[in-house]
């Protein structure tokens, strides 16, 4: 079983388009994460929800919404895409434990989006 | 903030040791942990180090020095396997319990 899964793996649209992103994860964590990891391969974090709640929200433009029906899905939605916004999308999830323990992210595999 | 520095890429060969350093400046800090990133792949878990010292799994070690800002990935016994990107990443405090903050990533290449 997949511990962090994310769908679709590959997404190639079109500019103006609206796309959206799955994540799902089977650990029982309290916390998952959106990272754009872009072609230069920083790894960038965009979204952070912990128990459905929004915790981190970075600078990214308002065209990407994230929602979280429940603490086992947390999912990507993007208006209007542009150019800019190709790059890989890495969903992720830990065990809010506070400080304690590793605070180890699991990555799902990637969602490489190309915007045409 | 924080922000992180790295090698951009490093090359070694394949039985030899390589060390990839990286130095951190933040706003407080808790840790510092690495991953690893195949080609492709999703960037895996390493090692953290929350405390000063050399932390040992099993070909991989990893260092910190809280008062120098700095920490390293010792990789032992080079294969080609481990051709890779390397991603130091500090924990600090953060929206929540804490914020960790990814480094640009070393690209290794182990050649024969």
């Known amino acids: 079983d997949t511990a962090v899964s994310q769908t679709p793996k590959y997404l190639v649209t079109q500019m103006g388009n609206d796309k959206s992103i799955k994540c799902e994860q089977n650990?029982?964590?309290?916390?998952m994460y959106w990272y754009k990891q872009d072609s230069k391969k920083f790894l960038k974090i965009m979204f952070s929800?912990?128990?459905?709640?929004?915790?981190i929200n970075e600078t990214v433009p308002n065209r990407f919404s994230p929602k979280s029906p429940d603490k086992a899905h947390l999912n990507l939605h993007i208006n209007s895409l542009e150019l800019g916004d190709s790059a890989v999308y890495f969903c992720?999830?830990?065990?809010?434990?506070?400080?304690?323990?590793?605070?180890?992210?699991?990555f799902g595999e990637g969602s490489r989006l190309t915007v045409l | 903030g924080q922000s992180l520095e790295q090698p951009s890429e490093v090359t070694a060969v394949e039985g030899a040791i390589v060390q990839i350093n990286c130095t951190y400046q933040?706003?407080?800090?808790?840790?510092l942990s690495w991953y690893q990133q195949h080609d492709g792949g999703a960037p895996t878990f390493l090692s953290y180090n929350a405390l000063d010292g050399l932390e040992e799994t099993g070909r991989f070690s990893s260092f910190l020095s809280r008062s120098d800002s700095y920490g390293y990935l010792l990789l032992q016994e080079l294969q080609m396997k481990d051709s890779a990107s390397y991603f130091c990443?500090?924990?600090?405090?953060?929206?929540?319990?804490?914020?960790?903050?990814f480094g640009k990533g070393t690209k290794l290449s182990v050649i024969p």
């Open positions: 650990l029982g964590h309290d916390t």
């Open positions: 990443a500090v924990r600090a405090p953060g929206a929540g319990s804490y914020q960790l903050t």
């Open positions: 929800y912990n128990n459905k709640e929004l915790i």
């Open positions: 933040t706003s407080g800090f808790y840790g």
């Open positions: 992720a999830s830990s065990q809010d434990a506070g400080l304690v323990g590793t605070g180890e992210l699991f």
